[in-house]
């Protein structure tokens, strides 16, 4: 009678221990050319990857292993200075989601007076619309992951009053659910992605008091399935990149004990390639930076000693906040 | 990326497939150098146009290629209005009375036709792409005779294929508005999903948004939420609804009991069924809250004891529980 759920089985031939060289140079190695197929076909996501690269590469203490005034210069090509927005890639048009990953990049490098600060700012200001959402850039799509891109740009640049911050909370409270979690817009179904993006948006504005602590919490740690995985919304696959969105929403909202870690830590060392190194989504499919990324930064949250503590609202190293003097909010 | 099996090759198979890369990484990076290079404010190079939708098709999360055809649009409805400038027009429709008018209206239709359907070819092969949905909507905003019913009908279609896409669920809300559906309709609709399929969290959460519910709809909530779990106790979308409804400050005691009782001919069937036993511990303790007795808060303890066996994945969140629990004995004694 009852369906199986959907889940995948952890085998024991899959690894169990973290693979940390194979993933240094898997990461080094992504991107040395523009004539590899996969960097080549993914201009028009560069900065964002630079960020997935380079945080990995930060939170196992590697980033010396990039050449960081290459990297600069390359964002400093990214800004638009007609808008103050940043692209992917020289040659692509800016967008929010670049602009927020730039700035992560630029505060891990202590260098953000490498760009036009004042554009940048003014770019996320001319996104909010009147009823307090953001959209992407200039072409109107609406959406709370772009509520989460703005304040987290705005707040990292100690910027936040050049938008109207209670609008944007608004905006995001109406985007809630009848199970606690947000959607992309209002009405939207609940997704762990979303969720992370509004949570860390009411973390960063220090507006957490809106949330339905324990009702999307229990939501949050039912995303967790046998082999360990977590899903991103009910009756779906498990994936390495929801250990990090439902992970770090768990850690804002202080439920992160909800969920098994044991299994979790299992899961995700069983998404590594043994042999090129980085993690996929599931064991066996292909690695990429961003599952690299989330699947190292989640084990940071569980508390892996190779892995420096990661900050579960801004997917940055703990340290760079601190060095910010930045005090995301968290609940008890 | 995402599910992408890694498959092992061999030499000669690695080889070819590098070859087969190259060709097209190098058609990638000649269309794109193509395009920017003749991409302007005032004028546009059809077939640079062409090229982009060729792109796109293969990867329509090319976010600058949909702004370029944007741009392309946009001078094609100024190019539509401008040639009309000697007749009354409105969003890029002429008045009627000319001839030329009418071609220029019909051309403009039939580019923006070829769009939509080019929107259409990039979501059959990528049906969760945000820029093809944003794209497609962002055309018919700027239609100067948009078929919103054709859409709603598509929605439908496409969430028959799919019933958990969630672009276009959102996109099915957006084109509500335009049609002017009534709420019985999306209700009946919601129902339909919901019977095809009791493992819909997508039509459940639907639901969820589309009305506040009263003493009247509740009934009828709670007849449809059991009937899911007794066709599959292990299905988790109808207990998540279910623990929305128990919120309802229109809960009765008499709601409470029923349900209660329901619950426990299921637990006869299903012993071990977590979401029954949790359905229980909601159902007993939400609301009662201050003034629970000693039994209750035994019977409650228990359930949750069993819960931490059953399923320890969430040992951590039924800890929380017991914990209180165990202070609210002690506040007691």
């Known amino acids: ?332 | 990326m995402h599910g992408r099996l890694k498959v092992r090759t061999t030499e000669e198979q690695r080889l070819l497939k590098e070859k087969e890369q190259q060709k097209k990484l190098t058609a990638y990076q000649t269309g794109m150098k193509q395009i920017l290079s003749t991409r302007n404010p005032t004028s546009y190079d059809p077939k640079s146009f062409a090229i982009s939708a060729q792109l796109l098709v293969v990867n329509p999360d090319i976010y600058t290629l949909w702004n370029y055809r944007k741009e392309v649009i946009l001078l094609e409805l100024d190019k539509s209005k401008s040639e009309c400038k000697d007749t009354i027009i409105d969003n890029g429709i002429c008045d009627e009375k000319s001839q030329e008018s009418l071609d220029v209206t019909k051309g403009l239709i039939k580019f923006l036709e070829n769009e939509i359907r080019l929107t259409e070819q990039c979501l059959l092969a990528n049906p969760k792409s945000y820029g093809s949905w944003h794209h497609r909507y962002w055309i018919m905003e700027h239609h100067p005779e948009p078929n919103w019913q054709n859409e709603f009908e598509l929605c439908t279609k496409y969430l028959t294929m799919d019933d958990r896409n969630f672009h276009c669920w959102d996109y099915r809300r957006l084109i509500l508005n335009k049609i002017g559906m009534s709420l019985e309709d999306e209700i009946k609709f919601s129902t339909e999903r919901i019977n095809v399929n009791f493992s819909n969290y997508s039509s459940w959460h639907y639901r969820s948004t589309l009305r506040k519910l009263d003493k009247d709809s509740l009934e009828s909530e709670i007849n449809l939420i059991m009937n899911a779990i007794f066709t599959d106790p292990a299905d988790s979308s109808a207990w998540f609804y279910l623990r929305w409804v128990l919120s309802n400050p229109e809960m009765t005691e008499g709601h409470r009991k029923q349900l209660s009782q329901t619950l426990d001919q299921l637990l006869e069937l299903e012993p071990d069924s977590k979401w029954c036993l949790l359905a229980k511990c909601w159902i007993n303790g939400i609301k009662k809250g201050e003034n629970m007795n000693e039994d209750q808060i035994e019977e409650l303890t228990e359930n949750y004891k069993k819960l931490l066996i059953l399923d320890p994945l969430r040992k951590g969140f039924y800890s929380h529980y017991l914990n209180a629990l165990e202070s609210k004995k002690l506040n007691n004694a």
Not at chain 1, 81 to 104: K, N, R, Y
Not at chain 1, 240 to 259: A, K
Not at chain 1, 276 to 298: E, M, N
């Open chain 1, 1 to 332: 009678m009852a369906v199986p759920l959907k889940d995948i089985e952890i085998k024991e031939e899959y690894p169990k221990t973290l693979l940390l060289e194979k993933h240094i140079k898997f990461i080094k190695q992504y991107g040395q050319s523009e004539n590899d197929f996969e960097y080549g076909m993914t201009d028009y996501l560069r900065v964002s990857g630079m960020y997935w690269g380079l945080t990995a590469l930060e939170l196992v203490d590697k980033l010396d292993s990039l050449p960081k005034e290459e990297v600069i210069g390359f964002i400093q090509k990214c800004q638009d200075p007609e808008t103050g927005g940043i692209s992917a890639c020289i040659d692509h048009d800016p967008h929010l989601l670049h602009t927020l990953s730039a700035v992560q990049i630029l505060c891990i490098y202590n260098r953000i007076d490498a760009i036009d600060v004042e554009g940048v700012i003014k770019y996320v200001a001319s996104l909010q619309l009147p009823d307090g959402s953001f959209t992407g850039d200039k072409w109107g799509e609406v959406d709370t992951r772009f509520s989460f891109c703005a304040v987290a740009t705005l707040s990292l640049l100690k910027r936040l009053n050049a938008i109207n911050v209670d609008k944007a909370v608004e905006f995001v409270k109406s985007c809630m659910n009848f199970d606690g979690g947000f959607g992309s817009r209002p009405k939207s179904e609940s997704h762990a992605g979303l969720i992370y993006c509004c949570l860390g948006f009411l973390s960063v504005t220090g507006r957490l008091d809106i949330v339905e602590q324990d009702t999307l919490a229990w939501w949050l740690c039912e995303r967790q399935l046998s082999s360990g995985g977590l899903n991103g919304r009910p009756e779906k696959l498990p994936d390495v990149c929801y250990s990090w969105w439902v992970l770090s929403s768990l850690s804002i909202i202080g439920r992160l004990h909800w969920i098994s870690s044991e299994t979790l830590k299992r899961f995700i060392l069983a998404c590594q390639d043994t042999e090129s190194g980085g993690f996929a989504d599931r064991p066996g499919d292909i690695p990429d930076p961003f599952h690299t990324l989330f699947g190292l930064a989640a084990l940071s949250l569980l508390g892996f000693g190779d892995i420096k503590q990661v900050n579960p609202t801004y997917c940055m190293p703990q340290y760079v906040i601190d060095r910010l003097q930045l005090k995301p909010q968290v609940l008890k």
